[in-house]
C-alpha cells in the first residue's frame, strides 16, 4: 500500500529553521500534487503549503515569504523548509497526496511529525 513518511521535525527555538521530508512509496508520485498541512494542539488541521506535479506551489499568508515547498520527482520526495520558525507555527505536521483537479480532495496520508517552536 502507499506510504508516506515524513521527517525532520524537532525542538527549535524561534527564528531557528527546520527542513521536513516526506518520502513516498509505492505511488507513481511524480504525476501527483503534494501538500503538507499542520495541526496544533486544540485546534483543526489547516493547510500550509501546496505543489502540482508540475511544480507550481502555493502556501499559506501565514507561512508566505517563510516556508518553502519543494519536490523530487527522482526520489519520491516532498520537503517543507521553515525559515524565521515563530511559537505559532508548532504542531504535528503530515503530507499528503491530493487531487490535482479537485479542490480538497485528499488521498493518503503520513503519520506526522512534531514541530515545536519555543
Known amino acids: 500500500h502507499v506510504q508516506l513518511v515524513e521527517s525532520g521535525g524537532g525542538s527549535v527555538e524561534a527564528g531557528r529553521s527546520l527542513r521536513l521530508s516526506c518520502a513516498v512509496s509505492?505511488?507513481?508520485?511524480?504525476?501527483?500534487?503534494m501538500a503538507w498541512f499542520r495541526q496544533a494542539t486544540g485546534s483543526e488541521r489547516e493547510g500550509v503549503a501546496t505543489?502540482?506535479?508540475?511544480?507550481?506551489?502555493t502556501s499559506a499568508n501565514s507561512v508566505k515569504g517563510r516556508f518553502t515547498i519543494s519536490r523530487d520527482n527522482a526520489k519520491s520526495t516532498l520537503y517543507l523548509q521553515m525559515d524565521n520558525l515563530k511559537p505559532e507555527d508548532s504542531g504535528v505536521y503530515y503530507c499528503?497526496?491530493?487531487?490535482?483537479?479537485?479542490?480538497?480532495?485528499?488521498?493518503?496520508w503520513g503519520q506526522g511529525t512534531q514541530v515545536t517552536v519555543s
Open positions: 499528503t497526496t491530493m487531487s490535482c483537479t479537485v479542490a480538497g480532495e485528499y488521498y493518503f
Open positions: 509505492k505511488y507513481t508520485y511524480s504525476r501527483h500534487c
Open positions: 505543489i502540482r506535479n508540475d511544480g507550481p506551489a
